[in-house]
T-cell receptor, first 115, second 116 residues
Framework: DVKVTQSSRYLVKRTGEKVFLECVQD?????MFWYRQDPGLGLRLIYF???????EKGDIPEGYSVSREKKERFSLILESASTNQTSMYLC??????????????FGPGTRLTVL | AQKITQTQPGMFVQEKEAVTLDCTYD???????LFWYKQPSSGEMIFLIY??????QNATEGRYSLNFQKARKSANLVISASQLGDSAMYFC?????????????FGKGTMLLVSP
């Protein structure tokens, strides 16, 4: 079974703090993704990575950065957390095969509150 | 730009009944994929079922089936014999080719409540 883990289920930070959200997958997937989920807005893609040290902006990258130093690990960084970044953050991974085999598998999510 | 629409914010169904969750999509790509995910209150997104645009038959996975109507651009999820554990948010998503890489665009979701 694919296993995607995230470092924290719940996190509370203060405005202006630097925040690291960590994601690890154990299936040797090439692709990894970070989403945020807000009520009424569904999931929105922040950043994704298709290989080590490679990254691409998603739909809402402003205020975020990412790091992928190892294939299994993808970090989301909030350089200076703001209250409007209070949200549920979901990490996912997938292979690069098409035809349905690139199904994304998700971690349990991190609920971040910025005070 | 691709778009996914889920028009039902919430659905109620009694246990053991079937329920259909609607999803329509908009794309100009001839090749695409459609996914359904379940998100229980715990928060984790669970993959349910996949339908490719060239698949000849509707996808099925246990109690889940996908009613794929290509001409109408709809990909409705059918859950047969609902169970209490089916109460969750359900998201429809479409594969998008973003700068040559495969990403997903999600709908806003439908909350399903199954009553005894």
């Amino acid at each position: 079974d694919v296993k995607v883990t995230q470092s924290s289920r719940y996190l509370v930070k203060r405005t202006g703090e630097k925040v690291f959200l960590e994601c690890v997958q154990d299936m040797d997937h090439e692709n990894m993704f970070w989403y945020r989920q807000d009520p009424g807005l569904g999931l929105r893609l922040i950043y994704f990575s298709y290989d080590v040290k490679m990254k691409e902006k998603g739909d809402i990258p402003e205020g975020y950065s990412v790091s992928r130093e190892k294939k299994e690990r993808f970090s989301l960084i909030l350089e200076s957390a703001s209250t409007n970044q209070t949200s549920m953050y979901l990490c996912a991974s997938s292979t690069q095969l098409a035809g349905g085999a690139d199904t994304q598998y998700f971690g349990p999510g991190t609920r971040l509150t910025v005070l | 730009a691709q778009k996914i629409t889920q028009t039902q914010p919430g659905m109620f169904v009694q246990e053991k009944e079937a329920v259909t969750l609607d999803c329509t999509y908009d794309t100009s790509d001839p090749s695409y994929g459609l996914f359904w995910y379940k998100q229980p209150s715990s928060g984790e997104m669970i993959f349910l079922i996949y339908q490719g645009s060239y698949d000849q038959q509707n996808a099925t996975e246990g109690r889940y089936s996908l009613n794929f109507q290509k001409a109408r651009k709809s990909a409705n999820l059918v859950i047969s014999a609902s169970q209490l554990g089916d109460s969750a948010m359900y998201f429809c998503a479409m594969r998008d080719v973003n700068s040559g890489y495969s990403t997903l665009t999600f709908g806003k979701g439908t909350m399903l409540l199954v009553s005894p």
